[in-house]
């Protein structure tokens, strides 16, 4: 199952459960990692307000330094030049307009006319804002009969825990990223059978004032059969009972023990080898762990995830982790919830999901139906569940490839003209000084339209204030805090200079693809993560408040 789905994993047989405690493509032969606007990184938020410095997450064991430099790639490697250049096919599922201040879900598909199995090791998804976050599955091409593009889920009863028990788990996103790259080491993969089709919820929220447009579009790199080492399955977990106290930090643990049902299901104890973790929560996020449960390594920290920024959060594990005798996995997520309401569970309030591809003989998926506070350890109020857990069998359409696919020349799925020389993720263009300003051009609205959508929205310069600059300020308190701050960057320009956009720090990290610093080093440019930059007439609206003197309006 995807992230964010709101019932347990189920197949298309009789599952074993028990409860536990505590023709639409555009080909690419590129190396689509070899350049600037496809080198996908995990950054988080610049420590001192996105001015030009880069700090790792804490996830991945990347490197941390200034001068926008960037993070290890998880799972992500350049093709060499004498390597033959990766197989990539992209598809857009095109533009999708977005009312003002709007939270959306939605559904959407892609026919993919495979007459072939299609073998892939890494998905791509890139999408120009305001995707909150998606869940994407494999379903054969008669189920959910209907038209590719954006439809109401509704109008075709589709819903994730359907679409796994029709299907198969393909990817899912990180919360609130621009790019997500769903990549697997040499010889792992993810497979789209023949005559399958893609689908997915999808949530949106535009948080500006403003109707916006945005694209979403999704790429695979494909393998020759002859190089599949193993089919990767899902193993997707939830803490679906959640009550987050308000004005209180909190933790939510489980303990999901997946030995009898997996048992039951393939005639074997469990044998994990995970390949893939992604972690699922929202802007409340304050800490993911997870461990193993039995065997060799039982109580081991294999994942963890400090904050929320909107960053790509999946990780790779190469080469892949072993866990002889394991049987499951414990997971908790840490809230730190300063708002004044209860926060409980869905899109619109928060999540608990862990998301594992593994080498595994059955599909698993556990929820938390039931939930009670059990105590409290430094100031953190601790919430535990019982996990229900249920196992299934792979399905055949799973299987790895067959002598006939392997002895065949790669197959490689028709191209629809819409997405020909389409590349994989948008390319970052400067804006366009002579663009006129959206209006008014005054701060107000510069905070609703610029900050609230592109700052606040991913946490980095909001309530928590992350990244060190609270821009969810207003009025007077906003203007006081671009005005004084003091930028950390190497960089001798002020945050604003009043009358002066070229001077100011903060329209040159707005305006350019690769802004410099004082020593000539290109940085990470705003909104972080984003490969591209804002509409140049929200670009514009700025350098027309800052040319008019930054004024308090």
């Not at 960053?311 to 049987?327: F, M, N, Q, S, V």
């Not at 229900?388 to 002895?407: L, N, R, S």
């Not at 300003?437 to 107000?444: A, I, W, Y």
Request: glycine letters at 10%.
């Amino acid at each position: 199952m995807g992230l964010g789905a709101r019932a347990p994993l189920a197949f298309d047989r009789a599952p074993v459960v028990s409860r536990t405690g505590g023709g639409d493509m555009q080909v690419h032969r590129a190396k689509w990692y070899a350049t600037g606007a496809l080198a996908i990184v995990v950054v988080a938020c610049a420590g001192s307000g996105g001015e030009g410095e880069s700090t790792a997450s804490a996830t991945t064991g990347e490197t941390t330094g200034e001068s926008g430099a960037t993070t290890e790639d998880v799972g992500t490697t350049a093709a060499s030049e004498d390597e033959d250049p990766p197989v990539v096919v992209t598809h857009s599922f095109g533009s999708l307009k977005l009312a003002a201040n709007s939270d959306t879900n939605r559904c959407v598909q892609w026919t993919v006319n495979n007459d072939e199995h299609l073998y892939v090791q890494s998905v791509l998804l890139a999408n120009s804002g305001a995707l909150h976050h998606s869940n994407w599955y494999v379903v054969p091409e008669e189920e959910y009969p209907g038209e590719d593009g954006y439809f109401p889920c509704g109008e075709r009863d589709f819903n994730d825990l359907a679409a796994a028990l029709k299907g198969s788990v393909l990817f899912a996103q990180s919360t609130q990223a621009f790019t997500d790259d769903q990549r697997f080491i040499d010889g792992a993969v993810v497979k789209v059978p023949a005559r399958n089709k893609v689908m997915a919820t999808v949530h949106t929220v535009n948080a500006a004032p403003r109707e916006v447009d945005t694209e979403l579009r999704m790429s695979f790199e494909l393998v020759h059969p002859s190089e599949v080492e193993t089919v990767v399955a899902p193993i997707s977990a939830q803490y679906r009972e959640l009550a987050i106290p308000p004005a209180t930090r909190s933790s939510f643990t489980t303990r999901c023990d997946w030995s009898s049902s997996y048992y039951g299901a393939v005639g074997a104890p469990p044998d994990f080898k995970i390949h893939y973790i992604l972690p699922h929560y929202h802007y409340l996020g304050e800490r993911f762990e997870l461990r193993v449960v039995g065997g060799e390594r039982d109580g081991e920290l294999i994942y963890e995830l400090d904050g929320f920024t909107g960053d790509a959060l999946g990780r790779t594990y190469d080469p892949p982790l072993e866990l002889p005798g394991a049987t499951g996995f414990e997971f908790s997520c840490a809230y730190n919830n300063w708002t004044e309401n209860t926060v409980g569970w869905g899109g619109k309030g928060e999540m608990c999901v862990a998301l594992i591809l593994a080498e595994s003989e059955a599909m698993l998926g556990g929820t938390v139906f039931e939930s009670s506070a059990v105590g409290l350890e430094d100031g953190v109020v601790q919430y535990e569940g019982d996990c229900f857990d249920i196992a299934k069998p792979k399905a055949p359409e799973q299987g790895m490839p067959t002598p006939e696919e392997i002895a065949a020349p790669l197959y490689i799925p028709p191209v629809d003209p819409a997405d020909q020389g389409l590349p994989p993720i948008p390319p970052c263009y400067d804006s366009d000084p002579q663009v006129a300003p959206e209006q008014p051009t005054t701060l107000s609205s510069v905070a609703s339209s610029i900050f609230a959508p592109s700052c606040t929205f991913s946490s980095c310069h909001g309530e928590l204030a992350v990244a060190g600059l609270d821009l969810s300020l207003t009025g007077a308190a906003l203007h006081t805090a671009l005005s004084e701050h003091v930028v950390k960057a190497d960089t001798a320009l002020p945050l604003i200079a009043p009358g002066d956009p070229e001077g100011s720090w903060l329209y040159r990290l707005l305006s350019r693809c690769d802004p410099l610093n004082d020593a000539g080093d290109a940085v990470a440019h705003m909104p972080l993560n984003a490969p591209f930059l804002l509409d140049d007439e929200l670009v514009a609206k700025l350098r027309a408040w800052i040319e008019a003197g930054a004024p308090n309006d």
